[in-house]
């Protein structure tokens, strides 16, 4: 039974073959059914398709403009926590809450974002349609 | 800055080095102690040089990844913050500087109480290969009591950090951006040269870590976690190479989303060392 990943990887797939025309990739369709659509990291991308980093970004960046994924961009506290999401880093705000651990004690503290790790990931866009190139 | 170093701070630079090294180049079978006095006093600063530029694999590094894409045939006029350029080499796809940086800490001693200013040179080495840059850091121990004994208490600042450096090359070079070395770790992993003591991954709503105990590795242990893990983007992190590899048994840190490699020990074989990093590269 198709999951609703598994759907939407297809339509990527779509995309793959089309930039990557020559290139056999190998695809483990068991592994793709279970990735969180509204969560991909390059990595992930990058993992499962065993291309090289540059190949999975090219393809994530070709899937947003094709509006099949939604680019976002999360600031992570630095015990790695997830303190917010934005739809690009200009939009993040400008200080986030985090635990940071002091004398032994996780204490509440407000914390510059600018100073904090940034990560790139994707969803997909339910929503959108899918242009074909 | 080279030219102007007291025998104090040539020691202290000479010290960063391993002892084998400096066995090697000046033939001396003593204690480093020993070694690094007489260097002070009859080595050349051409000696000097070389002895920097060919031993700088052997030391104790933090190695920062970048892709650039600037020209390395046409690189932009730059220099590093309170450094020295003290030698430069090219060769085909490849261009490799070499500086040394002074840095002072700002220490506090306990006894008897006061603070004082102390200077260190620093060899810092920029590889360019291709659209890859390499910055490595010989490191720099934490603990200044190593220097100063037990009188020192701590460090309480230091005039030059690997973070300001980073952003001045940031600065300077177009388009400068961590080179994410997931591949290239996974690589290595999935051929069995290394195994996971401590891993830390994102999955979708958490940070994880899974820490060994000691002697055990995640792949060896885990096998049906490691194959979850090797999915993930992989934070800080800490490896070992196993036995099996030809290269010496080593222990190292490594933040794969952060293009970040710490190796923490000292390598019997600088060149071998050069190419594990080489081929964490190369498999991105």
Redesign the interface.
């Known amino acids: 039974m198709e999951t609703e990943g598994t759907v939407l990887f297809q339509k990527l797939l779509d995309i793959i073959d089309r930039l990557f025309p020559v290139r056999p990739l190998s695809i483990n369709e068991e592994a793709l059914a279970q990735l969180d659509p509204d969560k991909i990291y390059i990595e992930n991308v990058r993992s499962l398709l065993d291309v090289s980093y540059q190949d999975a970004k090219t393809l994530c960046e070709a899937a947003t403009r094709q509006g099949l994924f939604r680019k976002q961009v999360e600031v992570l506290c630095p015990d790695g926590a997830v303190a917010a999401t934005a739809d690009a880093e200009n939009l993040l705000p400008d200080h986030v809450k985090c635990l940071v651990e002091e004398d032994g004690e996780l204490e509440p503290r407000e914390m510059d974002t600018n100073d904090l790790q940034k990560i790139t990931f994707y969803r997909f866009n339910r929503t959108g349609q899918v242009a074909h190139a | 800055m080279l030219a102007e170093a007291t025998p104090l701070s040539l020691s202290r630079l000479l010290a960063l080095f391993p002892v084998n090294a400096l066995r090697e180049k000046w033939h001396e079978q003593r204690k480093k102690a020993d070694i690094l006095a007489w260097a002070v006093q009859n080595a050349s600063q051409k000696e000097i040089k070389q002895f920097l530029d060919e031993y700088f694999g052997n030391c104790k590094q933090h190695i920062y990844l970048f892709t650039h894409r600037s020209d390395i045939t046409d690189l932009p006029n730059f220099r590093l913050p309170d450094a020295e350029k003290i030698s430069e080499r090219s060769d085909d796809n490849v261009r490799q500087f070499l500086y040394l940086a002074e840095v002072e800490f700002h220490v506090v001693y306990t006894n008897p109480l006061g603070e004082d200013r102390i200077k260190f040179l620093w060899p810092i080495r920029l590889e360019f290969v291709g659209n890859i840059l390499i910055v490595r850091f010989v490191m720099m121990e934490k603990d200044v009591r190593t220097y100063f004994g037990e009188g020192v208490s701590r460090t309480v600042g230091r005039s030059l950090t690997e973070p300001q450096i980073n952003a001045h090359l940031k600065n300077v070079l177009a388009e400068l951006e961590v ?2 070395i ?2 290239g770790i ?1 690589h290595l992993w999935n051929q069995d040269r290394i195994d996971g003591t401590k891993i ?1 991954y ?1 999955k ?4 994880s870590t899974e820490s060994m105990d000691a002697g055990a590795g995640v792949k060896r242990t885990y096998p049906d976690l490691y194959k979850e893990l ?6 800080d992190s800490t490896f070992k190479t196993l036995e099996e590899d030809e290269n010496e048994e080593m222990t190292f840190r490594a933040d794969p ?2 293009g970040y490699l710490g190796l923490s020990s000292y390598a019997d074989d600088g060149d071998g060392r050069n190419s594990f990093v080489s081929e964490i590269i190369r498999h ?1």
């Open positions: 080179l994410d997931n591949g996974k830390r994102r979708a709503k958490s940070m090797v999915k993930r983007p992989l934070f989303s952060n991105n």
